[in-house]
């Protein structure tokens, strides 16, 4: 019930603030009587609405307001929500934008190539908010050619409407855009057919006028009859070739707007369009089945041709929403509402996590593959952001004074607006927003809606620097990066400099001026330990995290400087929420379950953590709830076995691990307690094998970097123990049974703070999320050394020596071990690999190995 | 001529046996430290041969010849043409236009010789009815001719036209070829060495047959212009004038017998001193493969310069420069160390501790001290060893610092390669592409 108070909390906030405002929008009756019914929506839409879902509604001519289908598709979803009333509702905010027809000093129907509008509607009786997007279709059967539309998002959380609507909106617009694109395709192909009826109507009549006329004479009532039906037939011809011509050239300003992925498909769509429609020599089989369609039709069809133009007939079928749109756009038209469904599920904190989290893993394309799990839907959308530092070409040659061409090479990835983003936000809104505004739109505002505002320029002047709007012209910004003005140098480099030197008050470790983005590396030591400590804590968070540059300023600066330096986000107080998304709302009710057993099985930890259920299941992907039950059993591992360290410090060099032992059930555990520590564990986590019964190869090493093994006394387990043998120098053995590690020793404090065996933390979750974070900080240092120029580009050919030292220089210098080192070495490889060869990791992959002597550990 | 009996005041039986060489885990100096297994092969390979700068051609018993890239790993053209396994291969540089290609020579049982174009992976010239296999191949650069030699020695041109031949040999058949001046080559026949003078077009007459040898001779090599060298497989390594044919340094390589017999297996092992391979290194040395053993002759003293008698578990099939690939399916660097060092107790590997799968058997001792019975010898260390191959190591062949390429019974090639040049060529790659890609 809090929430609800918050929402309503928030809804007074909300009229408080706007009351000027507000008066425009909806009448001050319709407001207090909100306010006085709040409370009883709300517990109405406990009862009604449990669950969000998108609602597709028609404004029919022949019956009214009608729902066509929800999405998802399930009758469960909307239980006893009134779909009927609330399409009644969502539909009688008419936007005016509809209006088609003979415009007055024309003489021919006018197609309007009307923007979509976007709406906010809240309804008393279902307790139900939703982002209403309204849109139509052309229809040649239909009055004025058009057929009113929308889509709606439906949810009991008036929050999350108001903070999403840019989000919303744009998804909403995709969708729209594809049904529209497929409806223009269907159009034309009906104009046409409609043509060829035509044609051969007035052939038809004129040789019927010319019988009259030399039957009758010219002056005949019949002939002139004749005449003047013929004269109406020419004359729709002539309007129809008309239409034909006006939704064959679309405005192709229109089509610029949409993203990148339908531009192509439209682009394919409208040739289509236009080979079916102004080609006039039909000569393919495809044609001539429409030939013979319309020959078929025109029997019953022709003498009803001119009055069904004028007359309304409201026993005629209309078409459905599929017949409107060619078939290829409504299905991705269903596609595109399904994963907006999807990445709108949740409560608005958790869309904030997400989005923020989306936001920086996006960012982190480079890296993510290494420990962060993939991302399916997500993938499309994140791709464009990367490009951000794409900019300005610098060539990779490294001056011995090393700072200028650094300074300059890296201010190209800071973007000034980002850095100040209400100015950002001032002086471009997005183009699309401001193609939304039109004068119908403004003014829609229905009397009976509630906080309609349709445009994001409204949302600004509603809560003066609303959220949303800076969120959206936040990712506008990242998208338009071509608009995005290159800084000068001076300038940016000048502001550069000034953000850290705010935010780390003096903390700034001195480092080698020549390397800024060391700098950088630092500047995020300090305010990561109590973010961490924030998150492994027990102190519970009350708030929702912000909107990705709300509120806290140190927050956003910290963003903005990620962003710029490339480097991943140490600061994981913010994206420690590495959830998916995807499967969210059904685990959501499971989670706390999950959390109470989580901790019973730590507290009687013998008994139920024994099934520990493996992972790993042929061609199942790994999911995030498989990774957060193993870090149950990591925690086991590390508190029970001394050894874990060095055993995490091989996982994390890249030294192949083998967990020897006789019991499959007990391998796996420790397979499974260990397996999130593999770098670039791949998405069904290929480079595990939980359990092998048979010698591996030096070809296996390659592969796996984690695998069970099994003791056996046969002959078989004797060739086992003669591979171990021969490839010793390979791998570490871990045995189960005699409880002994044989690897490389391992110095350094960085894996005793990964895998501290007296430890706090009590969940296996919240031990994965500790991992993560610390791994994130890991992978955003190799990053780091990846990236330098200085340290990798010789300064002459044969200057490999140098570059040796300079790496192992920097290195030292970031405060690692000889060992650490190694293992920032071991990713940095991964990451170079990744990234020369693209996300397929496939073909011939080297395997990196040290010389170094293994110790046997005990416990 | 030296005789030498080694070891002869090395009585610890025991010792010898230990002797072979486990040099732990720390090799610094050892840069081989990333490798890229390459699969293709369904049998053994047997030969490597360089194509260029950046290609080889790898053939064996599947009768598969494969052309590989050697930095990325990626296989370039499987030639198929040979039902049976491959038995020599060579490659063959000529000049069409004005252009210079390379191309590559194989024989193979089922008595085909082909020649390929390794840039389109076409078999551009064939012969099919051969008397016999070819068993080595030589190509004359100086001379633009090529010849086989089987139980009957052919010379061709490049044009695959069969120039002349010997008459039928012997059953044993050619072995191995050398080039020698003045237009003679010097073909080893069983326990024969036959100096047949080739003359151009016409005929190829054996001029005199060497059979100092005592038993059949396994390798033969070119020094420089004016000697060559040949190895018996019972040790015997001589060395020839190349122009009058004299011997210039005889050297009988006699390991060891076990004093003290203790068992018969280890008996039969140091027994074996065929000399497997011989390889020039550094223009004065000759390295050769003696058994399982390592001898490093200088040619210009005409004495040893170093040894190791078991420098290997088992055989050594190939050398190079001061390498070593054995049987046992490991590959040793070596280095010549000036001073006999004092007995330094080799690490023991830390397989004592890991008593689960300790080998105990190959508990190493103290290596045998060698009394330097030559001025000027010096020892053979072993510097670091390449462990990948399961089963015996064929060959290898080096592309300096691109990597090196072993070939082995286990039908697998590795690349091994400097892994930290590697990184800094990844990075300099990582880098062009990010300015490629204008991400800079």
């Known amino acids: 019930l809090s929430t609800y108070f918050s929402v309503i909390n928030f809804k007074k906030d909300l009229l408080d603030q706007t009351g000027c405002i507000r008066t425009h929008i909806f009448c001050c009756k319709q407001s207090s009587l909100l306010s006085q019914c709040a409370r009883i929506w709300l517990l109405c839409c406990v009862f009604s609405l449990s669950k969000d ?134 159009f034309a192909n009906e104009l046409e057919k409609k043509l060829k009826d035509l044609e051969y109507t007035r052939s038809v009549l004129h040789k ?117 749109c060619d078939a290829n756009f409504f299905h991705q038209t269903l596609e595109q509402l399904n994963i907006t469904e999807k990445s709108f599920r949740g409560d608005l904190c958790f869309i904030y996590t997400s989005q923020i989290d989306g936001a920086l893993l996006g960012k982190q394309r480079v890296t993510s ?27 990779p040659i490294l001056n011995l004074s090393g700072e200028l061409l650094s300074l300059e090479s890296y201010t190209t990835c800071i973007d000034i607006d980002h850095i100040k983003p209400g100015v950002e936000s001032m002086e471009g809104p997005p183009e699309s927003s ?41 990712f506008d910004g990242l998208e338009r990066k071509s608009k995005v003005s290159i800084a000068s140098p001076s300038e940016s480099a000048s502001s550069y400099v000034a953000v850290p030197q705010k935010m780390t008050d003096g903390n700034l470790v001195p480092m080698d001026a020549a390397c800024c983005i060391g700098q950088d590396g630092f500047i995020f030591e300090e305010p990561l330990p109590e973010l961490a400590q924030e998150c492994c804590g027990d102190t519970v968070v009350n708030q929702e995290p912000l909107s990705l540059l709300q509120g806290d300023p140190a927050l956003q600066v910290d963003y903005i400087l990620e962003e710029s330096a490339l480097a991943e986000s140490p600061n994981m107080g913010l994206t420690f929420s590495e959830l998916n998304t995807g499967v969210l709302s059904e685990e959501v009710a499971k989670i706390n379950i999950e959390y109470v057993s989580d901790s019973t099985s730590f507290m009687s930890a013998s008994t ?26 990591a925690l086991r591992f590390i508190r029970q076995y001394p050894f874990a360290q060095q055993a995490i410090f091989c996982l994390l060099s890249g030294r192949t691990l083998v967990i020897l032992g006789v019991d499959e059930g007990t391998v796996r555990k420790l397979v499974n307690a260990l397996f999130f520590f593999v770098p670039n564990l791949g998405k069904y986590g290929e480079t595990v094998q939980p359990w092998l019964s048979s010698p591996f190869q030096l070809t296996d090493l390659q592969r796996w970097k984690l695998i069970g093994l099994q003791r056996a006394a046969s002959p078989a387990g004797s060739s086992i123990l003669h591979s171990l043998n021969r490839y010793s120098r390979y791998i570490s053995i871990l045995d189960c049974d005699s409880k002994t590690l044989r690897c490389p020793p391992y110095k350094g404090t960085l894996i005793s703070h990964l895998a501290d065996h007296r430890t706090q933390i009590k969940r296996g979750s919240t031990y994965f999320l500790h991992v993560q974070g610390m791994l994130t900080q890991l992978t955003a240092k190799a990053f780091l050394y990846t990236f330098c120029h200085h340290i990798h580009l010789p300064m002459d050919i044969n200057d490999q020596g140098s570059v040796t030292s300079r790496r192992t220089n920097f290195l030292l210098q970031l405060g690692y071990t000889v060992e650490e080192s190694k293992i920032v070495q071991y990713l940095s490889e991964l990451i170079k690999q990744h990234y020369i060869q693209g996300s397929s990791m496939g073909g011939n992959q080297s395997f990196c190995f040290n010389y170094t002597t293994s110790y046997l550990y005990k416990i | 001529m030296l005789r030498w009996i080694l070891g002869g005041r090395e009585a610890q039986g025991t010792v010898q046996k ?125 001379l633009d001719v090529w010849l086989s030699g089987g139980n009957e020695l052919c010379v061709w041109n490049r044009d695959f036209e069969l120039q002349c031949k010997t008459v039928h040999h012997s059953d044993a058949g050619i072995s191995a070829m050398v080039e020698l001046p003045k237009n003679f080559i010097a073909a080893a026949m069983d326990k024969e060495i036959v100096e047949p003078v080739w003359i151009r077009y016409i005929a190829v007459m054996a001029m005199r047959h060497l059979a100092d040898h ?57 027994i074996e001193r065929s000399i497997q391979h011989m390889i020039i290194s550094l223009s004065r040395y000759i390295v050769a493969a003696v058994g399982s053993g390592l001898y490093v002759f200088n040619v210009l003293m005409k004495s040893v310069a170093a040894y190791r008698k078991i420098a290997h578990d088992s055989s050594v099939l190939h050398t190079m420069r001061l390498m070593s690939c054995s049987e046992d399916g490991s590959v040793r660097m070596w280095e010549l160390q000036d001073l006999p060092l004092p007995a330094e107790p080799a690490s023991s590997g830390f397989f004592g501790m890991f008593g689960t799968f300790g080998r105990s058997s190959k508990q190493t ?33 080096s592309f300096k610092e691109k990597g090196l390429v072993t070939s082995s019974s286990d039908h697998l090639l590795i690349i091994w390669k400097d892994g930290e040049l590697q990184s800094q060529l990844r990075s300099l790659a990582v880098f062009q592409k990010l300015e490629e890609n204008q991400e800079l």
């Open chain 1, 53 to 186: 879902f998108i609602l597709i509604s028609e404004f029919s001519e022949q019956v009214g307001p009608q729902p066509l289908l929800t999405i998802p598709n399930d009758p469960k979803v909307c239980g006893t929500f009134d779909l009927n009333y609330f399409s009644l509702r969502i539909m009688s905010v008419d936007y005016q934008a509809s209006f088609v027809g003979h415009p007055p000093g024309s003489n021919y129907p006018k197609l309007n190539f009307v923007e979509d509008s976007k709406v906010v509607l809240g309804d008393s009786k279902e307790g139900a908010f939703a982002y209403v997007h309204h849109l139509t279709l052309y229809d040649l059967e239909a009055r004025g050619f058009v057929r009113p539309f929308c889509m709606a998002y439906i949810s009991a959380d008036e929050k999350k409407i108001m903070h999403q609507f840019q989000e919303l909106s744009s998804e909403f617009s995709k969708a729209s855009e594809f049904l529209k694109s497929g409806n223009r395709k269907a």
């Open chain 1, 208 to 324: 019927e006028t010319e019988l009259q006329k030399k039957n009758n004479g010219c002056y005949s009532t019949q002939a002139i009859e004749k005449a003047n039906e013929l004269a109406n037939v020419e004359k729709s011809i002539y309007e129809h070739k008309d239409l034909l011509r006006q939704i064959t050239s679309y405005p192709s300003r229109k089509k610029k707007d949409v993203d990148f992925v339908q531009r192509e498909t439209e682009k394919l769509a409208d040739t289509s369009v236009l080979d079916d429609t102004l080609n006039s020599n039909h000569s393919d089989i495809a044609d001539k089945t429409v030939e013979t369609e319309s020959d078929s039709r025109k029997s019953s069809y022709t003498p009803q041709l001119i009055k069904a133009k004028s007359a309304k007939c409201f026993d005629k079928r209309l078409k459905t929403m599929e017949e409107l």
């Open chain 1, 369 to 395: 593959f290494l420990f962060e799990a993939e991302r399916e839907w997500e993938k499309e959308g994140t791709s464009k952001n990367f490009n951000i530092f794409s900019h300005n070409p610098t060539v």
């Open chain 1, 434 to 474: 401001l193609s939304d505004i039109t004068q119908e739109t403004s003014e829609a505002a229905d009397t009976e809606t509630k906080g309609s505002f349709s445009s994001d320029k409204s949302i600004e002047a509603f809560g003066g620097v609303s959220p949303s709007s800076l969120q959206a012209n936040y």
């Open chain 1, 608 to 633: 139920s953590s024994d099934r520990a259920v493996s992972p790993f299941t042929y061609g199942s992907a790994l999911t995030l709830k498989q990774k957060k039950k193993a870090g149950h059993s």
């Open chain 2, 18 to 142: 230990s002797a072979v060489l486990f040099i732990g885990e720390e090799q610094p100096k050892n840069c081989f430290t990333e490798m890229q297994v390459l699969k293709g092969h369904f049998d053994i390979v047997r030969f490597l041969v360089q194509i260029d700068d950046l290609r080889f051609a790898s053939a064996g018993d599947d009768g598969l010849v494969l052309i590989w890239n050697v930095e990325t790993g990626d296989c370039l053209f499987e030639l198929r043409g040979h039902t049976q396994q491959i038995t020599a291969m060579t490659s063959y540089s000529f000049i069409r236009g004005r252009n210079a290609h390379a191309a590559l020579i194989t024989a193979s049982s089922d008595r085909t010789l082909s020649l390929w174009d390794p840039d389109s992976g076409n078999r551009v010239q064939n012969i099919s009815d051969l008397q016999s296999s070819v068993k080595c191949l030589l190509v004359l650069d100086r």
């Open chain 2, 214 to 270: 005592r038993d059949t001779i396994h390798s033969l090599i070119s020094i420089n212009d004016g000697l060559f060298a040949s190895g018996s497989h019972i040790g015997e390594l001589i060395i020839w004038d190349s122009v009058d044919w004299t011997i210039q340094a005889y050297e009988h390589i006699l390991w060891e017998e076990p004093a003290g017999d203790r068992q018969s297996e280890v008996k039969l092992k140091q």
């Open chain 2, 365 to 397: 001792g103290p290596p045998a001290k060698k009394i330097p019975e030559v001025p000027g010898l010096r020892s053979l260390e072993l510097m670091g060893d390449l462990i990948g191959h399961s089963r015996a190591v064929q060959m290898f062949l």
